[in-house]
């Protein structure tokens, strides 16, 4: 009786704080993130979205329209149908997530939410070509001939896009059916697809994207969330066998940034969902790899082709990067990992954006240690990076504050408005006020209870210091790099002081300027300073922003989304090996690959196929 009694009080204690954790703030963001956010969005409100043959093709096979062969130049040119579920699956998970209970989000989400179910098959599985004897040899041919892996690869961005809907609307239970049908499928094909009796079927390919790595794992993603949504144990036993087997085929460098990615955010899941920390010592020693190989440019993007040097980006890989740090960022609390999606945010991925608001396929220059700065040419590719740049912003939304009893941490200097049940926290980029501020950021609190603000201090800043509404000091408490009031407080106004720095193009700090003699970045708060054009001569050390802007350098602007630039300066080493390789800027086609299923020019081989382990799953 009195334990009961016990838990009842603090049930009742604890409710306030329970209320809050399970609040989550619809957030419009503003500013310049903002704007490329709503252009992403809207994006989805012309063609050849607002076509729901177009989008549900991939499952059903059909012809969306006259134009569905059209060729690459035609806005309604519907390609990769074999990848079922991949389209119409990324649709139905961006939308999901942006529903708020509201099937009205887009105009063809009902319906098509509506039919899917004559489109799945019995096995499970989603399949516009027909039916799919798994047991057979994988048909290794390529991005538009293979049947299995694409379908693989569709059915797994599906299983994501189900379960989001699923979890938006709780009450549709047909949607649940039907995840789980797919979630059994993939539960299914462990014999199948994770079988050490079967490695030369599994390496009888590339490990582009129609290969056995790139398409079979990321399925990992969606049965972790399949799982946490629906308490079934089969479905996270089905992605921890799917890990443990992956292991042997992850390394780098591979063909699929995009793919490789999915995996490791499906590995920070399974940590979440297991606690076993083998899975985020992965994804940790694979960030290093990343970051200190070059992988990662300094811009904070990667390429298509998980490499130092290949001739395009893609917006999903750069997505996917993105949201794996804000997933570390989350589980770590470590403070490179909300750096680095800060980088990749104001630098690279909004110079993937397409003037449209999609994303896409940007060409690269490189030099031999990488990616060097950006061409003009940016084609955006509406059957997955407008989609995946959108979860970006959907992720950046979900992880701006993280609000407890104790305080309101929030983890980026950016404009933004978050209501929840009960008030609204307002951040607002304000204009500096003395020399030496790089920004201003205002929170105020509206509706909710005071509480101490806490703010990260970032890598460009020297000092955060606060002030109260009427600019009086407001004294900060700094810890684990993160600045909070010393008091719970309903405003202040954070200011964050630095200046221009150096960097080396491995992302890391030259606190004496450049190298005489070396390429080098230069930054200024959140931004790379970028110049038009492919080369920028090294400043004269120390500099000032107008120095830099005379000599034609700026923090990253919008303005150079299309235009060639660069933000290495300095000399490159442009030097053309003996036997040129195709991703040797310049590109002198633009779309080579995507017409004819191969790269035209001098090749850079596919990279060798994963090596396959001796003795068992786990080598
Ligand atoms: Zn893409």
Redesign the pocket.
């Known amino acids: 009786m009195y334990f009961r009694v016990l838990i009842l009080v603090l049930s009742v204690f604890s409710l306030p704080f329970l209320a809050g954790a399970a609040d989550v703030p619809l957030v419009t963001l503003g500013g310049e993130v903002g704007a490329a956010d709503k252009a992403s969005i809207n994006r989805f409100r012309s063609l050849p979205y607002d076509s729901l043959p177009w989008i549900r093709a991939d499952l059903s096979g059909e012809k969306a329209s006259e134009f569905d062969e059209a060729g690459w130049g035609h806005i309604l040119f519907r390609p990769f149908k074999n990848y079922s579920g991949d389209i119409s699956g990324r649709f139905i998970e961006i939308m999901a997530m942006n529903a708020r209970g509201d099937y009205n989000v887009h105009p063809a989400f009902k319906e098509l939410l509506a039919e899917l179910p004559k489109h799945q098959r019995p096995g499970g599985y989603f399949a516009a070509s027909g039916l799919i004897d798994w047991q057979k040899p994988i048909d290794h041919k390529d991005i538009y001939k293979s049947t299995m892996m694409p379908a693989l690869w569709g059915n797994a961005r599906l299983l994501c896009g189900l379960v989001e809907a699923s979890r938006a609307f709780p009450d549709d239970a047909p949607l649940l059916a039907m995840a789980r049908r797919l979630g059994d499928f993939y539960v299914g094909l462990i014999p199948r697809f994770a079988d050490p009796a079967r490695m030369s079927d599994y390496t009888g390919g590339d490990t582009y994207a129609a290969g056995y790595v790139t398409c079979y794992f990321p399925a990992m993603e969606g049965l972790v969330k399949l799982h946490t949504l629906t308490g079934e144990k089969k479905y996270l036993e089905t992605a921890i066998t799917m890990a443990a087997f992956y292991k042997q085929f992850d390394r780098l460098p591979i063909d699929h940034a995009?793919g490789m990615l999915c995996n490791q955010v499906s590995l920070v899941l399974l940590y979440e969902a297991t606690r076993d920390v083998s899975y985020l010592e992965r994804v940790e020693k694979r960030w290093d790899e990343l970051v200190t190989g070059g992988y990662v440019n300094p811009a904070g993007g990667i390429l298509e082709q998980c490499k130092v040097k290949f001739g395009r980006d893609?917006?999903?890989?750069i997505a996917d990067w993105f949201r794996l740090n804000l997933a570390l960022g989350r589980v770590t609390g470590k403070a490179r990992y909300w750096e680095m999606a800060e980088r990749t945010l104001h630098n690279h991925f909004l110079q993937n954006q397409t003037p449209k608001g999609g994303?896409?396929h940007r060409g690269m220059l490189c030099d031999q240690a990488g990616v060097h700065g950006f061409e003009g040419s940016i084609e955006e590719?509406v059957?997955?990076?407008t989609f995946?740049g959108q979860l970006g912003f959907v992720n950046l939304r979900s992880h701006l504050l993280n609000r407890s009893e104790a305080d309101l941490i929030c983890n980026f200097a950016l404009d933004f408005t978050a209501k929840y049940a009960d008030g609204t926290a307002v951040s607002e980029i304000r204009p500096v006020a003395a020399a030496g501020e790089v920004l201003r950021q205002r929170i105020r609190l509206d509706g909710l209870p005071a509480t101490v603000l806490r703010v990260r201090q970032p890598h460009w800043a020297n000092a955060v210091t606060a002030v109260a509404t009427d600019g009086s000091a407001l004294p900060l408490v700094t810890k684990d790099g993160f600045c909070a009031t010393a008091r719970p407080v309903s405003e202040a106004t954070f200011i964050y002081a630095g200046g221009i720095y150096a960097e080396d193009r491995r992302c890391k700090r030259l606190p004496a300027g450049p190298v005489a003699g070396e390429a080098c970045v230069i930054g200024y708060g959140p931004k790379l300073l970028a110049a038009q054009g492919r080369t920028a001569a090294v400043p004269t050390w120390p500099t000032t922003i107008e120095a830099l802007k005379a000599q034609g350098l700026e923090p990253f602007p919008a303005a150079l989304r299309g235009k060639e630039c660069c933000f290495v300066s300095g000399p490159l080493s442009l030097a053309v090996s003996a036997k040129p390789v195709w991703d040797t800027s310049p590109i002198t086609e633009r779309y080579p690959y995507v017409s004819t299923g191969s790269f035209t020019g001098p090749a850079e081989p596919l990279s060798p196929d994963p090596p396959v382990a001796k003795g068992g799953a786990d080598g």
């Not at 893609?314 to 890989?317: D, L, N, P, S, T």
């Open positions: 995009h893609e917006g999903c890989a994303f896409g590719a059957w997955c990076c995946h």
